[in-house]
Protein backbone atom coordinates (compact mmCIF):
# COMPACT_ATOMS: atom_id res chain seq x y z
CA UNK A 1 0.00 0.00 0.00
CA UNK A 2 2.99 2.57 0.93
CA UNK A 3 4.44 1.58 -2.11
CA UNK A 4 1.75 2.38 -4.54
CA UNK A 5 1.13 5.58 -2.85
CA UNK A 6 4.86 6.66 -3.08
CA UNK A 7 4.27 5.25 -7.41
CA UNK A 8 1.03 7.41 -7.48
CA UNK A 9 3.07 10.40 -6.11
CA UNK A 10 6.30 10.27 -8.50
CA UNK A 11 3.27 9.72 -11.38
CA UNK A 12 1.97 12.81 -10.09
CA UNK A 13 5.10 14.90 -9.74
CA UNK A 14 6.93 13.69 -12.36
CA UNK A 15 9.41 16.37 -14.38
CA UNK A 16 9.98 16.58 -17.88
CA UNK A 17 13.70 14.24 -17.76
CA UNK A 18 11.52 11.75 -15.94
CA UNK A 19 9.42 11.81 -18.73
CA UNK A 20 12.15 11.67 -21.02
CA UNK A 21 14.05 9.18 -19.51
CA UNK A 22 10.41 6.93 -19.57
CA UNK A 23 9.75 7.84 -23.49
CA UNK A 24 6.65 8.58 -21.10
CA UNK A 25 3.76 11.20 -21.92
CA UNK A 26 2.04 13.31 -19.45
CA UNK A 27 -1.17 11.79 -20.27
CA UNK A 28 0.60 8.29 -19.20
CA UNK A 29 1.69 10.15 -16.19
CA UNK A 30 -1.58 11.30 -15.23
CA UNK A 31 -3.09 8.13 -16.04
CA UNK A 32 -0.03 5.94 -14.02
CA UNK A 33 -1.50 8.36 -11.25
CA UNK A 34 -4.87 7.53 -11.02
CA UNK A 35 -4.11 3.78 -11.51
CA UNK A 36 -1.61 3.67 -8.49
CA UNK A 37 -3.55 5.44 -5.97
CA UNK A 38 -6.97 3.73 -6.33
CA UNK A 39 -4.74 0.38 -6.21
CA UNK A 40 -3.33 1.86 -2.93
CA UNK A 41 -6.65 2.79 -1.93
CA UNK A 42 -8.36 -0.58 -2.69
CA UNK A 43 -5.70 -2.95 -0.58
CA UNK A 44 -6.74 -0.11 2.72
CA UNK A 45 -10.15 -0.92 2.32
CA UNK A 46 -9.85 -4.74 0.67
CA UNK A 47 -13.16 -6.10 2.68
CA UNK A 48 -11.49 -9.58 2.56
CA UNK A 49 -8.22 -8.76 4.15
CA UNK A 50 -8.23 -5.58 6.96
CA UNK A 51 -5.00 -3.56 7.29
CA UNK A 52 -3.83 -3.99 10.60
CA UNK A 53 -2.62 -1.13 12.54
CA UNK A 54 1.15 -0.53 11.80
CA UNK A 55 3.45 2.46 11.43
CA UNK A 56 3.44 1.96 7.55
CA UNK A 57 -0.16 1.84 7.39
CA UNK A 58 -0.42 5.24 8.75
CA UNK A 59 2.43 6.67 6.86
CA UNK A 60 0.91 4.87 3.36
CA UNK A 61 -2.77 6.46 4.54
CA UNK A 62 -1.49 9.60 5.38
CA UNK A 63 0.86 9.88 2.04
CA UNK A 64 -2.55 9.11 0.21
CA UNK A 65 -4.05 11.97 1.98
CA UNK A 66 -2.19 14.26 0.62
CA UNK A 67 -2.07 13.55 -2.86
CA UNK A 68 -6.05 13.17 -2.80
CA UNK A 69 -5.83 16.92 -0.69
CA UNK A 70 -3.98 18.19 -3.73
CA UNK A 71 -5.29 17.00 -6.20
CA UNK A 72 -9.41 16.44 -5.41
CA UNK A 73 -9.63 19.07 -2.40
CA UNK A 74 -11.30 18.12 0.29
CA UNK A 75 -13.45 15.32 -0.66
CA UNK A 76 -14.83 12.76 1.80
CA UNK A 77 -12.42 10.25 1.59
CA UNK A 78 -9.55 12.65 2.61
CA UNK A 79 -11.20 13.29 5.74
CA UNK A 80 -12.05 8.89 5.89
CA UNK A 81 -8.34 8.72 5.23
CA UNK A 82 -7.11 11.19 7.36
CA UNK A 83 -9.53 9.37 10.29
CA UNK A 84 -8.11 6.12 9.81
CA UNK A 85 -4.83 7.61 10.19
CA UNK A 86 -6.07 8.75 13.79
CA UNK A 87 -7.21 5.35 14.67
CA UNK A 88 -4.81 3.34 13.83
CA UNK A 89 -2.23 5.78 15.73
CA UNK A 90 -4.37 5.18 18.92
CA UNK A 91 -4.93 1.41 18.34
CA UNK A 92 -0.69 1.82 18.51
CA UNK A 93 -1.33 4.20 21.61
CA UNK A 94 1.49 6.57 19.13
CA UNK A 95 -0.47 9.20 21.26
CA UNK A 96 1.78 8.23 24.64
CA UNK A 97 4.71 7.76 22.63
CA UNK A 98 6.73 9.30 25.32
CA UNK A 99 5.24 9.35 28.38
CA UNK A 100 7.62 8.25 31.23
CA UNK A 101 5.76 4.61 31.31
CA UNK A 102 6.47 4.08 27.64
CA UNK A 103 10.09 5.78 27.97
CA UNK A 104 10.73 3.10 30.32
CA UNK A 105 9.38 -0.24 28.35
CA UNK A 106 11.65 1.02 25.83
CA UNK A 107 14.62 0.98 27.83
CA UNK A 108 14.25 -2.06 29.25
CA UNK A 109 12.40 -4.45 26.47
CA UNK A 110 14.58 -2.70 23.48
CA UNK A 111 12.67 -1.19 20.67
CA UNK A 112 13.74 -0.19 16.90
CA UNK A 113 14.39 4.23 17.36
CA UNK A 114 14.05 4.27 13.51
CA UNK A 115 10.23 3.33 14.19
CA UNK A 116 9.67 5.46 16.95
CA UNK A 117 11.03 8.91 15.20
CA UNK A 118 8.73 7.79 12.10
CA UNK A 119 6.24 7.73 15.22
CA UNK A 120 6.82 10.65 15.51
CA UNK A 121 6.46 12.68 12.46
CA UNK A 122 3.66 10.72 11.49
CA UNK A 123 2.23 11.94 14.54
CA UNK A 124 3.04 15.45 14.48
CA UNK A 125 2.48 15.16 10.33
CA UNK A 126 -1.40 13.98 11.22
CA UNK A 127 -1.27 17.21 14.16
CA UNK A 128 -0.15 19.66 12.28
CA UNK A 129 -2.47 19.27 9.27
CA UNK A 130 -4.94 19.30 11.59
CA UNK A 131 -4.11 22.79 12.97
CA UNK A 132 -3.08 24.25 10.02
CA UNK A 133 -6.52 23.51 8.19
CA UNK A 134 -8.33 24.71 11.88
CA UNK A 135 -7.39 28.51 10.39
CA UNK A 136 -7.79 27.67 6.79
CA UNK A 137 -11.47 28.42 5.74
CA UNK A 138 -13.74 25.87 4.52
CA UNK A 139 -15.74 23.92 6.28
CA UNK A 140 -13.23 22.58 9.09
CA UNK A 141 -12.65 26.31 10.17
CA UNK A 142 -12.26 26.78 13.88
CA UNK A 143 -12.11 23.47 15.04
CA UNK A 144 -9.34 20.51 15.57
CA UNK A 145 -9.33 17.29 16.76
CA UNK A 146 -5.90 16.69 18.46
CA UNK A 147 -5.57 18.24 21.63
CA UNK A 148 -2.00 19.21 23.49
CA UNK A 149 -3.36 17.74 26.76
CA UNK A 150 -4.22 14.35 25.42
CA UNK A 151 -0.57 13.50 23.97
CA UNK A 152 2.69 13.41 24.88
CA UNK A 153 4.84 12.58 21.75
CA UNK A 154 7.97 14.31 21.37
CA UNK A 155 8.95 16.21 18.63
CA UNK A 156 11.13 14.45 15.27
CA UNK A 157 14.59 15.31 15.92
CA UNK A 158 16.31 17.93 14.12
CA UNK A 159 18.40 15.54 11.62
CA UNK A 160 19.18 14.50 8.47
CA UNK A 161 17.86 10.33 8.48
CA UNK A 162 21.46 9.19 7.79
CA UNK A 163 21.70 9.93 11.59
CA UNK A 164 19.02 7.33 12.72
CA UNK A 165 19.89 3.94 13.57
CA UNK A 166 17.78 1.21 15.13
CA UNK A 167 19.58 1.86 18.01
CA UNK A 168 18.87 5.50 18.21
CA UNK A 169 19.82 9.11 16.85
CA UNK A 170 23.31 9.48 16.64
CA UNK A 171 23.49 13.44 16.02
CA UNK A 172 20.77 15.69 17.23
CA UNK A 173 21.20 19.21 15.88
CA UNK A 174 19.61 22.52 17.13
CA UNK A 175 17.27 24.01 14.97
CA UNK A 176 19.92 27.02 14.31
CA UNK A 177 21.83 23.69 12.09
CA UNK A 178 19.70 23.26 8.84
CA UNK A 179 18.42 19.47 8.44
CA UNK A 180 16.22 18.00 6.08
CA UNK A 181 13.76 17.87 9.21
CA UNK A 182 14.02 21.61 9.89
CA UNK A 183 11.29 22.44 6.96
CA UNK A 184 9.23 20.29 9.16
CA UNK A 185 9.43 20.84 12.39
CA UNK A 186 8.59 25.00 11.86
CA UNK A 187 5.70 23.84 10.22
CA UNK A 188 4.50 22.18 13.31
CA UNK A 189 5.67 25.35 14.96
CA UNK A 190 2.99 27.54 12.79
CA UNK A 191 0.39 24.74 13.42
CA UNK A 192 0.77 25.32 16.95
CA UNK A 193 0.23 29.16 16.41
CA UNK A 194 -3.13 28.88 14.17
CA UNK A 195 -4.33 26.41 17.17
CA UNK A 196 -3.72 29.79 19.54
CA UNK A 197 -5.04 31.32 17.07
CA UNK A 198 -8.31 29.10 17.28
CA UNK A 199 -8.11 29.05 21.11
CA UNK A 200 -7.82 32.60 21.30
CA UNK A 201 -10.71 33.72 18.89
CA UNK A 202 -14.36 32.77 19.45
CA UNK A 203 -15.80 29.89 17.22
CA UNK A 204 -16.44 31.36 13.89
CA UNK A 205 -19.29 28.81 12.90
CA UNK A 206 -20.97 29.67 16.64
CA UNK A 207 -19.99 33.20 16.00
CA UNK A 208 -20.97 34.12 19.13
CA UNK A 209 -19.46 36.98 19.96
CA UNK A 210 -17.49 39.57 17.74
CA UNK A 211 -13.63 39.50 18.15
CA UNK A 212 -11.48 41.75 20.24
CA UNK A 213 -9.92 43.69 18.02
CA UNK A 214 -7.34 43.55 21.02
CA UNK A 215 -6.58 40.27 20.42
CA UNK A 216 -6.09 40.21 17.21
CA UNK A 217 -3.47 42.94 17.59
CA UNK A 218 -2.06 40.64 20.09
CA UNK A 219 -2.15 37.50 17.78
CA UNK A 220 -0.85 39.36 15.06
CA UNK A 221 2.08 40.50 17.17
CA UNK A 222 2.67 36.18 17.43
CA UNK A 223 3.14 36.10 13.98
CA UNK A 224 5.57 39.05 13.76
CA UNK A 225 7.56 36.75 16.59
CA UNK A 226 7.26 33.84 14.68
CA UNK A 227 9.05 35.54 11.55
CA UNK A 228 11.86 37.16 13.89
CA UNK A 229 12.69 33.84 15.43
CA UNK A 230 13.20 31.74 12.26
CA UNK A 231 16.59 30.99 11.73
CA UNK A 232 18.75 32.74 9.77
CA UNK A 233 18.83 30.17 6.62
CA UNK A 234 14.52 30.36 6.82
CA UNK A 235 14.77 34.30 6.99
CA UNK A 236 13.99 35.99 4.10
CA UNK A 237 15.67 39.79 4.45
CA UNK A 238 18.45 40.32 1.89
CA UNK A 239 21.62 39.45 4.33
CA UNK A 240 20.18 36.08 5.41
CA UNK A 241 19.73 34.76 2.06
CA UNK A 242 23.04 36.08 1.32
CA UNK A 243 24.33 34.33 4.67
CA UNK A 244 22.20 30.93 3.55
CA UNK A 245 23.76 30.98 -0.01
CA UNK A 246 26.09 28.24 0.81
CA UNK A 247 23.53 26.24 3.06
CA UNK A 248 20.93 26.06 0.48
CA UNK A 249 23.87 24.88 -2.53
CA UNK A 250 24.56 22.18 -0.14
CA UNK A 251 20.54 21.62 0.67
CA UNK A 252 18.69 22.82 -2.11
CA UNK A 253 15.14 21.99 -0.11
CA UNK A 254 16.44 24.23 2.33
CA UNK A 255 15.09 27.10 -0.51
CA UNK A 256 11.80 25.47 -0.55
CA UNK A 257 11.32 24.92 2.92
CA UNK A 258 12.02 28.93 3.50
CA UNK A 259 9.60 29.70 0.83
CA UNK A 260 6.49 27.24 2.19
CA UNK A 261 6.89 28.46 6.02
CA UNK A 262 6.41 32.00 4.64
CA UNK A 263 3.93 31.27 2.48
CA UNK A 264 2.07 29.51 4.93
CA UNK A 265 2.42 32.17 7.63
CA UNK A 266 1.83 35.28 5.23
CA UNK A 267 -1.71 33.01 4.38
CA UNK A 268 -2.38 32.75 7.86
CA UNK A 269 -2.17 36.20 8.64
CA UNK A 270 -4.62 37.13 5.70
CA UNK A 271 -6.90 34.91 7.55
CA UNK A 272 -6.18 36.80 10.84
CA UNK A 273 -7.74 40.13 9.42
CA UNK A 274 -10.02 39.25 7.05
CA UNK A 275 -12.51 40.28 9.12
CA UNK A 276 -11.19 43.50 9.55
CA UNK A 277 -10.50 44.42 6.14
CA UNK A 278 -13.11 45.90 4.97
CA UNK A 279 -14.45 47.99 8.09
CA UNK A 280 -10.43 49.08 7.82
CA UNK A 281 -11.09 50.98 4.54
CA UNK A 282 -13.61 53.49 6.43
CA UNK A 283 -12.69 53.26 9.84
CA UNK A 284 -8.82 54.32 10.74
CA UNK A 285 -9.10 52.19 13.96
CA UNK A 286 -8.85 49.14 11.82
CA UNK A 287 -5.54 50.65 9.55
CA UNK A 288 -3.13 48.17 10.74
CA UNK A 289 -5.98 45.38 9.68
CA UNK A 290 -5.46 46.77 5.92
CA UNK A 291 -1.84 47.20 5.87
CA UNK A 292 -0.99 43.66 7.19
CA UNK A 293 -3.63 42.37 4.55
CA UNK A 294 -2.51 44.05 1.59
CA UNK A 295 1.21 43.52 2.42
CA UNK A 296 0.72 39.58 3.06
CA UNK A 297 -1.73 38.96 -0.24
CA UNK A 298 1.08 40.71 -2.10
CA UNK A 299 3.63 38.46 -0.23
CA UNK A 300 1.71 35.25 -1.03
CA UNK A 301 1.96 35.99 -4.62
CA UNK A 302 5.74 36.68 -4.75
CA UNK A 303 6.66 33.66 -3.17
CA UNK A 304 4.47 31.43 -5.29
CA UNK A 305 6.38 33.20 -8.03
CA UNK A 306 9.39 32.55 -6.40
CA UNK A 307 8.77 28.89 -5.61
CA UNK A 308 9.26 28.12 -9.79
CA UNK A 309 12.91 29.63 -9.31
CA UNK A 310 13.81 27.09 -6.54
CA UNK A 311 16.49 24.91 -7.95
CA UNK A 312 14.56 21.19 -6.67
CA UNK A 313 12.39 19.56 -9.07
CA UNK A 314 9.42 20.67 -7.13
CA UNK A 315 6.35 21.50 -9.18
CA UNK A 316 4.07 24.21 -6.82
CA UNK A 317 1.66 24.08 -9.52
CA UNK A 318 0.48 20.87 -8.98
CA UNK A 319 -0.04 21.08 -5.33
CA UNK A 320 -3.89 22.45 -4.67
CA UNK A 321 -2.84 23.94 -1.31
CA UNK A 322 -0.83 26.09 -3.16
CA UNK A 323 -3.19 27.42 -6.04
CA UNK A 324 -5.89 27.78 -3.39
CA UNK A 325 -3.85 30.75 -0.90
CA UNK A 326 -3.01 32.46 -4.29
CA UNK A 327 -6.45 31.99 -5.22
CA UNK A 328 -7.47 33.61 -1.97
CA UNK A 329 -4.50 36.51 -2.02
CA UNK A 330 -5.87 37.22 -5.63
CA UNK A 331 -9.60 37.61 -3.99
CA UNK A 332 -7.91 39.55 -1.49
CA UNK A 333 -6.56 42.38 -3.38
CA UNK A 334 -9.85 42.44 -6.09
CA UNK A 335 -11.49 43.22 -2.84
CA UNK A 336 -9.21 46.38 -1.93
CA UNK A 337 -9.77 47.44 -5.75
CA UNK A 338 -13.26 46.76 -5.12
CA UNK A 339 -13.55 49.33 -2.28
CA UNK A 340 -11.21 51.32 -3.76
CA UNK A 341 -11.99 51.80 -7.17
CA UNK A 342 -10.31 55.05 -7.79
CA UNK A 343 -7.38 54.99 -5.60
CA UNK A 344 -3.70 56.15 -7.29
CA UNK A 345 -2.92 52.55 -7.34
CA UNK A 346 -6.06 51.09 -8.54
CA UNK A 347 -5.03 49.80 -11.79
CA UNK A 348 -1.66 48.62 -10.04
CA UNK A 349 -3.72 46.57 -7.44
CA UNK A 350 -5.85 45.51 -10.50
CA UNK A 351 -2.87 43.81 -12.76
CA UNK A 352 -1.58 42.71 -9.73
CA UNK A 353 -5.10 40.17 -9.51
CA UNK A 354 -4.93 39.60 -13.40
CA UNK A 355 -1.04 38.20 -12.36
CA UNK A 356 -2.41 35.75 -10.25
CA UNK A 357 -4.97 34.63 -12.96
CA UNK A 358 -2.21 34.03 -14.80
CA UNK A 359 -0.38 31.62 -12.18
CA UNK A 360 -3.42 30.13 -11.85
CA UNK A 361 -4.17 29.84 -16.09
CA UNK A 362 -0.74 28.77 -16.01
CA UNK A 363 -1.22 25.80 -13.31
CA UNK A 364 -3.80 23.84 -16.03
CA UNK A 365 0.07 22.76 -18.06
CA UNK A 366 1.02 21.44 -15.17
CA UNK A 367 -1.94 19.72 -13.73
CA UNK A 368 -5.81 19.26 -14.61
CA UNK A 369 -6.52 18.15 -11.19
CA UNK A 370 -6.33 21.09 -9.40
CA UNK A 371 -7.77 23.17 -11.70
CA UNK A 372 -11.22 21.63 -11.33
CA UNK A 373 -11.41 23.12 -7.47
CA UNK A 374 -9.96 26.76 -8.34
CA UNK A 375 -12.44 26.77 -11.47
CA UNK A 376 -15.11 25.47 -8.99
CA UNK A 377 -14.26 28.26 -7.04
CA UNK A 378 -14.96 31.04 -9.41
CA UNK A 379 -18.43 29.66 -10.13
CA UNK A 380 -18.98 29.92 -6.59
CA UNK A 381 -17.84 33.15 -6.17
CA UNK A 382 -19.69 34.26 -9.85
CA UNK A 383 -23.07 32.78 -8.21
CA UNK A 384 -22.53 34.58 -5.09
CA UNK A 385 -23.31 37.45 -6.93
CA UNK A 386 -26.83 39.20 -5.54
CA UNK A 387 -28.68 42.31 -7.60
CA UNK A 388 -27.30 45.63 -5.92
CA UNK A 389 -30.48 47.87 -6.36
CA UNK A 390 -28.64 50.80 -7.28
CA UNK A 391 -26.03 49.77 -8.51
CA UNK A 392 -24.03 48.84 -11.75
CA UNK A 393 -21.58 48.13 -14.32
CA UNK A 394 -20.08 51.16 -16.28
CA UNK A 395 -21.69 49.34 -18.89
CA UNK A 396 -25.11 49.57 -17.23
CA UNK A 397 -25.52 45.92 -16.51
CA UNK A 398 -26.16 44.77 -13.33
CA UNK A 399 -24.36 42.46 -11.19
CA UNK A 400 -27.05 39.91 -11.16
CA UNK A 401 -27.23 39.62 -14.93
CA UNK A 402 -23.27 39.64 -14.91
CA UNK A 403 -23.94 36.68 -13.18
CA UNK A 404 -26.46 35.02 -14.90
CA UNK A 405 -24.42 35.69 -18.48
CA UNK A 406 -21.63 34.57 -17.12
CA UNK A 407 -22.81 31.33 -15.85
CA UNK A 408 -24.15 30.74 -19.74
CA UNK A 409 -20.53 31.00 -20.63
CA UNK A 410 -19.63 28.57 -18.71
CA UNK A 411 -22.35 26.34 -19.44
CA UNK A 412 -22.07 26.95 -22.80
CA UNK A 413 -18.29 26.47 -22.84
CA UNK A 414 -18.66 23.11 -21.17
CA UNK A 415 -20.69 21.98 -23.24
CA UNK A 416 -18.39 22.53 -26.25
CA UNK A 417 -15.69 21.06 -24.95
CA UNK A 418 -14.03 18.17 -26.44
CA UNK A 419 -15.77 14.99 -24.79
CA UNK A 420 -11.87 13.55 -23.87
CA UNK A 421 -11.43 16.75 -22.08
CA UNK A 422 -14.77 16.34 -19.48
CA UNK A 423 -13.12 13.60 -17.42
CA UNK A 424 -14.75 13.13 -13.99
CA UNK A 425 -12.53 12.02 -10.66
CA UNK A 426 -14.02 12.16 -7.48
CA UNK A 427 -17.28 13.74 -8.42
CA UNK A 428 -15.19 17.04 -9.76
CA UNK A 429 -14.85 18.32 -13.11
CA UNK A 430 -11.52 17.61 -14.25
CA UNK A 431 -11.18 19.92 -17.03
CA UNK A 432 -10.86 23.73 -18.05
CA UNK A 433 -12.78 25.99 -20.02
CA UNK A 434 -9.59 26.78 -22.66
CA UNK A 435 -7.92 29.66 -22.63
CA UNK A 436 -10.70 32.13 -23.57
CA UNK A 437 -13.24 30.72 -21.10
CA UNK A 438 -10.62 31.05 -18.02
CA UNK A 439 -9.86 34.54 -19.59
CA UNK A 440 -13.57 35.58 -19.51
CA UNK A 441 -14.42 34.25 -16.19
CA UNK A 442 -11.84 36.25 -14.43
CA UNK A 443 -12.27 38.90 -16.22
CA UNK A 444 -15.79 39.16 -15.66
CA UNK A 445 -15.01 38.53 -11.96
CA UNK A 446 -12.55 41.62 -11.69
CA UNK A 447 -15.57 43.47 -13.66
CA UNK A 448 -17.87 42.66 -10.74
CA UNK A 449 -15.95 43.09 -8.08
CA UNK A 450 -16.14 47.17 -7.83
CA UNK A 451 -20.13 46.31 -7.33
CA UNK A 452 -19.90 44.70 -4.60
CA UNK A 453 -20.97 45.96 -1.11
CA UNK A 454 -19.50 44.52 1.97
CA UNK A 455 -22.35 42.16 3.24
CA UNK A 456 -21.85 40.27 -0.15
CA UNK A 457 -17.96 40.33 0.21
CA UNK A 458 -18.15 38.79 3.45
CA UNK A 459 -20.83 36.17 2.36
CA UNK A 460 -18.88 35.67 -0.99
CA UNK A 461 -15.54 34.84 1.19
CA UNK A 462 -16.72 32.79 3.58
CA UNK A 463 -18.48 30.77 0.47
CA UNK A 464 -15.53 29.54 -0.95
CA UNK A 465 -13.76 26.63 0.26
CA UNK A 466 -9.74 26.70 0.93
CA UNK A 467 -7.51 24.15 2.05
CA UNK A 468 -4.35 24.40 4.24
Not at 120 to 129: D, E, L, P
Not at 196 to 219: G, H, M, N, R, W
Not at 386 to 402: D, N, Y
Not at 419 to 445: A, C, H, I, R
Request: hydrophobic fraction near 40%; proline fraction near 5%.
Amino acid sequence: MLLFAIFAGSALFWTLPLLDLLKATREEAKAAFLAYSRISETILDHPARLITPSTTAIVAAGTLAHLYMNTDGFPVKVHLLRHRCLIMARELQIHRLDTFKAREERRIKGCDMIDVEVCRRAWWSMVASDWLLSFSGGSQEGAYTFQPRQMNVNLPSNTDDEYITTEGVQKEFPLTVPTSMSGFIFRVKGADLCREVIDALPSVPLDVQESSYDTVLKLDSLFQAAFDNLPPYFKLDPESIEQSKQICKEKPFISYQRLQIHFSLHSRLCRLHRPFHIESITNPKYAISHMVIIRSAHKVLELRRAMDDVNIDFKAARFGVVMNHVFSAALILALDVSFNPHASDAQAQKEKVYAAYRTLERSKEESSYLMAGVQKNLQTLMSTFQPVSSTSLEAGRPVSEIAQSLSGALDEGLATAPPSSLVTEGGYLVNDLGQEGWEKLWSEFVAVAPDLDAPQWNSLLDDVEFIL
